[in-house]
């Protein structure tokens, strides 16, 4: 069963049309109009119909960005398409999956998503999220009056906006550690160039680079870092470059071109010299990444 944080990172993430420049109202709207049946007891268990009762609701919440969405509200787009959020799936009349809005009449809603909606905190904390995300300041005002919630400070508005999951929280914080762990170790020196430039406003010139992109590992361990200057990170993801067990640097001289004012500037200079590694050797990168790198990213033989 989903847990209430899941439903939140979801009602965070929502995928809505900014080609106007701000996020499109439908689904935020729609799913306010949800909550408000949850607090009135009146959202079906299971499944919840397309009917005019419901298109009124959304339209009087409409009225609120009527100024910059001057079309006529069409609860049909929303109903769609929040399927493809994941909130709910769409059924047509006869209770099959439906591939159109036009043909949407009812929206089959997870068990645990009407439990997370019934609870009044959970239920006060996803409006929060929905107006804070997706709707401007003045905007904002009008919908916590119109739904008879007390505004929040801006400063409590802006962490609703900016409201990360429990997972992407410890995703940041375990990001951060690696970062510091990494860099440090290195004492703040690209183990490419062996440059070292460090400031008190903007931080360190080096990065901490992944050796097995993280995406794929999900380690952020400090043996599967190395600490790089920008242009030696990207030429490092993109595998331009790679380091041999006995850490040197090995240049895929063959796949790139590059020119620079001073020669030793360039990358294909650097191949065959050793690494600048950091004096603990429990430190230094691991083979079984280093060789991660050398099968899977680098493009050279």
């Known amino acids: 069963m989903a847990t209430p944080d899941y439903w939140l990172a979801k009602l965070s993430r929502l995928r809505v049309d900014r080609a106007r420049g701000d996020p499109a109202p439908h689904k935020p709207l729609l799913l306010l109009v949800v909550a408000d049946l949850a607090q009135e007891e009146a959202l079906p268990p299971s499944v919840l119909p397309l009917t005019p009762e419901l298109a009124f609701r959304f339209a009087s919440y409409w009225s609120v960005v009527a100024r910059r969405r001057s079309q006529k509200p069409d609860i049909r787009l929303p109903f769609h398409h929040l399927a493809g959020d994941g909130i709910w799936t769409v059924m047509d009349e006869s209770g099959s999956a439906s591939a159109d809005k036009k043909l949407t009449r009812f929206a089959k809603l997870p068990s645990d998503f009407v439990a997370f909606l019934a609870d009044p905190s959970y239920r006060d904390n996803a409006r929060q999220i929905l107006i804070a995300k997706y709707f401007p300041p003045s905007e904002r005002i009008a919908l916590y009056e119109a739904i008879g919630m007390k505004v929040p400070t801006p400063i409590e508005m802006e962490e609703h906006a900016a409201y990360k999951s429990l997972q992407e929280a410890r995703a940041v914080g375990r990001e951060a550690r690696f970062r510091i762990h990494v860099v440090a170790a290195y004492n703040y020196t690209c183990a490419l160039t062996g440059c070292r430039l460090t400031t008190i406003s903007s931080g360190s010139l080096v990065d901490a680079a992944h050796i ?30 790679t380091i041999s067990d006995e850490y040197r640097v090995i240049v895929a001289v063959d796949r790139f071109s590059e020119a620079a004012p001073e020669p030793a500037h360039l990358l294909r200079t650097y191949h065959a010299k050793p690494l600048y590694l950091p004096n603990d050797r429990s430190l230094w990168p691991s083979p079984v990444h280093l060789a991660w790198h050398r099968t899977k990213k680098f493009q050279g033989f």
């Open 212 to 241: 097995h992109e993280f995406a794929d590992s999900r380690n952020n361990a400090i043996d599967n870092g190395i600490a790089l200057s920008k242009n030696a990170h990207w030429s490092f993801d993109q595998g331009l470059w």
